[in-house]
């Protein structure tokens, strides 16, 4: 394990904490882990955002060739593990929605 | 025709022939997903080998001995020494006399043992344009130079890795035409699956386990078809792209061999790489300063590495010429950057150029597929690929027969029977024999002989077992029931993986404790700890199935007494 | 029995089809890019992989075509006659590289 390996622990966290977002945007998602709506947009922009950041310590990790893949697959890994959280427990996602997430705030 | 709309085509489409060529893009993708730690299965499968991987030996102390003693395959040499030899030139070489033409040895940042193979060349062909190759191989350890023994498989890379682009069926290349027809499917249900699904972003994360089984197996489905979409459709193409030249597509060595050819003559002209024998013998200089010479110019060009692959052509010939290329273990490309010397004197003869556009994107592609990168969490990622896209095909089977079975049963059809049976042996049946095997192999004894025909009969065994059996007790399906051979499968999944990490306990003294404390080696421990994380797996799913069947039995017995 | 060939006709033939069609219309197409490309003074196994990238996704793409449009003739006609004069041109473009 080289120095440079070490960014990808950022990166999966940056991308597990996206796809998070991004399933939070969904109504029926949201509305599993609290009461109310979602913000849609700003949850889906900071679900792009975090996929970006993420794909930043890919590159920093590997090989840009090789960051492509792990960023790839990475984002599967990450989409599916959401999805079981989802379906077995969901509230693990509460920290995730967080006020200004939420439409309410916007009023 | 009857398809009234696009739409209704592209589902007649996923669902067809996703069923048909299902069957078999499960054993691809189930043993792909082997095959990417097929490495490590060998070292688990053979325990003389657990040691650190080695750089490539020296050629001059180590290689040269054993290509010097080194035969040619004796099946081979009966199989092809009467179509290559000319009878009318004189008597058939015998097997031991063959002189050597080529000599090749192989590495990669994961393997302790080395591959090594000979291509011994025919003295009187009778079609002078061909290579006329017979080879012979050996696996050696790098450290002495001393020979694997040869009743030993290596299961992972020489059953579980050609088993997923060849089912290791080899009559006239069958399985890999059978895969390749799966694969090109594979790309067809995959484009109409998009299609036929418009709410792609909503199914990324949406599983309700609590419907019911058919709407559930419908969510599993989606779900892991589409995040790992990008993985299916590249690995499906690059496995096409693969195997174009010399199965898929063969236009270059079938119609269009003369410009190949051609081509061949013009290129050894133009790099100075002789492509013919000389015909006047010459001894071969120090290999070992090559490969100095070799690193240096690859330390020069700030990609310093060691060699992965090492080729002597024309040997023993003024001609000959040796190739040495780098291992690609820090990129995707594997590329190589062979640089090529006179065997004579060692002088060099050519750098490799740096590759066209499109030569680069090929090789990107078929690097991702070959994976030779060092890179391990990445390999896990596609193991999890691999296995998501098991989970995708599998459900597609459950759900055909869920959709069904009921309608099925009013009709006295036997569909959706026949299609469960299949579905059992593809799915819990293919995990049965592949550790069936690996039980075996550390339960017959070493010395056995043809010990690995041995594994690999009893996987065979395996499979028919799980789908005798499955048929066997398939007769619920006609009620509109469950098989219960998915959950006794299942039980039996979880039997044979404990065994096989107690018999690799008991037979090589190799617990987990010391492979992941004491003594680390991660080959062995990840092995075991996968085998355990199986056998936890299905014994999940096989309780499940049980609690479920014992409910609906209490049920309707309840029912009955009312 | 009759169910059989009523499966074979509307089903199995047309998969058949599109998928045999499609594949001759790759072939073609490669072959004479190959050819093509070496006619023009390209390199050979640049133009080789060129083709081979190229091959499966116009494969794909051919074989939906003549699946989804069954009814019309001119997905047949483009991949099974485009494909043979497409192979012929090819090979006679190689007879001319080789002279």
Known sequence: MNNSTVWLIPAIILMLVAMGWLALSLPGHWKQVRSGKPASRRLRLAGWSAIVL?????????????????????????????GMILSMRPRMLKWLSLGIFAEEFRR | MKFANTRQAMAWLHTWLGLIFGFVLMICFFFGALSVFDREIDRWAIPDTRFDPQPMPSFDNVLIDVFNRTEPDIAEYNRLMPVYHDSAAGDITPRTELPADEYWAYTTHRDPVLLMGIGFRVPKPLNTKEHNHIHGRATIDPRSGEELPSNSLKIGSDWFYPLHYSLNLNWNFIGFYIVGIAAFFMLVAL????????KIFREFFTFRREKKTQRATLDLHNMSGVVALPFHFFFALTGLIIFAAFYYLPVTNTMLKPLHDMHETMEANATGLPHQRLGITAQIASVDDMVTEAKRRWAARDMAGEVGFLMVHHVGDANSYVSIYRAGSDRVSLVGEGIHFKSSNGEVLREDPPHSTAKSIAEFLTGLHLQHFEHWFLRWLYVL???????????GFIFFTEKRKQQHAKNNSQGSRIVDAFAITTVTGIIIAAVSMLVANRILPADLANKGDWEKWIFCIALSFSFLHATLRSSPVVRGEKNPAWREQCFIITALAITAVTANWLTTGDHLIKTIFTTPYWAVAGVDLSLLAVAATSWKAAARLQSESIEKEQSSSEAAYE | MTLFWQVTRSYVTPVVAAFLGGYLFTWGLVSLLISGMVYLGGDFHNAETIGFLLAFPIFLFMFFWNFIRQTSWLPYVMTFVGGAIMTTLAYGLQTLVIQ
């Open chain 1, 54 to 82: 993420s794909a930043l310590c890919c590159l920093k990790a590997d090989h840009a060739t090789m960051a492509v893949l792990v960023w790839l697959m990475l984002m599967a890994a990450a989409a599916a593990s959401v």
């Open chain 2, 191 to 198: 484009v109409s699956g998009v299609w036929i699904h418009r």
């Open chain 2, 385 to 395: 690929g691999g296995l998501l896209g098991c989970v995708c095909i599998a459900t």
